[in-house]
């Protein structure tokens, strides 16, 4: 008897993985400010005194501290996704580096779908907000990547869902 292969943690016999998507990488637009503040600034004194050799290393010392504090928020929108699978809609949040909230929510279960696109900015670069209504509250997904593919491919999850238990109910 052949195992069943497993595309996820936490995934249930019989569910079908559909697609997996994260936050846009503008979301992580603050560990690139937290990698070049330190940096640009620690690289003023080498202006100020450029025949001091010692002063060369400070920034490299605002380097390494930029370079830290960016990999810490990489290390938190990188191990954030979405799994959607034929089921449920799983969202896996990185708090910290030990930390992680996980939410899932069945497809069964949401009302609607509405996605924004925030003005120029999320044109240009692809990202929006994506809006979950279920009867319980609302799951918002700030800053998606292609908000418009995701809203369409949800949409699709949720009709085939719903289609899959209008099937299973007996009349």
Same mark, same amino acid.
């Given at each position: 008897? #052949?195992?069943? /292969?497993?595309?996820?943690?936490? &995934?249930?016999?019989?569910?079908? !993985?559909?697609? %997996?998507?994260?936050?846009?990488?503008?979301?992580?637009?603050?560990?690139?400010?937290?990698?070049?503040?330190?940096?640009? +600034?620690?690289? *003023?004194?080498?202006?100020?005194? =450029?025949?001091? +050799?010692?002063?060369?290393?400070? =920034?490299? #010392?605002?380097? *390494?501290?930029?370079?830290? !504090?960016? !990999?810490?928020?990489? *290390?938190?929108?990188?191990?954030?996704?979405? @799994?959607?699978?034929? /089921?449920?809609?799983? /969202?896996?949040? /990185?708090?910290?580096?030990?930390?992680?909230?996980?939410?899932? !929510?069945? *497809?069964?279960?949401? &009302? $609607?779908?509405?996605?924004? @696109?925030?003005?120029?900015?999320?044109? +240009?670069?692809?990202?929006?907000?994506? %809006?979950?209504?279920?009867? %319980?509250?609302? +799951?918002?997904? $700030?800053?998606?990547?292609? =908000?418009?593919? @995701?809203?369409?491919?949800?949409?699709?999850? %949720?009709? #085939?869902?719903?289609?899959?238990?209008?099937?299973?109910? =007996?009349?």
């Amino acid at each position: 008897m #052949a195992k069943e /292969q497993v595309d996820f943690e936490g &995934q249930r016999e019989g569910e079908e !993985l559909l697609f %997996v998507f994260r936050r846009h990488i503008i979301a992580m637009r603050k560990g690139f400010y937290l990698f070049l503040i330190p940096f640009a +600034l620690s690289a *003023l004194p080498v202006f100020l005194w =450029p025949s001091t +050799l010692e002063i060369y290393y400070i =920034p490299l #010392a605002g380097f *390494l501290i930029g370079l830290v !504090l960016f !990999l810490y928020h990489f *290390l938190m929108w990188y191990y954030t996704i979405y @799994i959607v699978t034929n /089921q449920r809609l799983r /969202q896996i949040t /990185q708090h910290g580096f030990f930390g992680k909230d996980v939410v899932e !929510l069945g *497809l069964s279960k949401i &009302q $609607n779908i509405s996605y924004n @696109i925030p003005g120029l900015s999320g044109e +240009l670069f692809g990202f929006g907000t994506i %809006v979950i209504q279920t009867y %319980v509250g609302d +799951l918002i997904i $700030n800053k998606a990547e292609h =908000p418009e593919k @995701i809203y369409n491919k949800l949409q699709d999850a %949720v009709a #085939a869902a719903s289609q899959e238990g209008n099937e299973k109910v =007996p009349s």
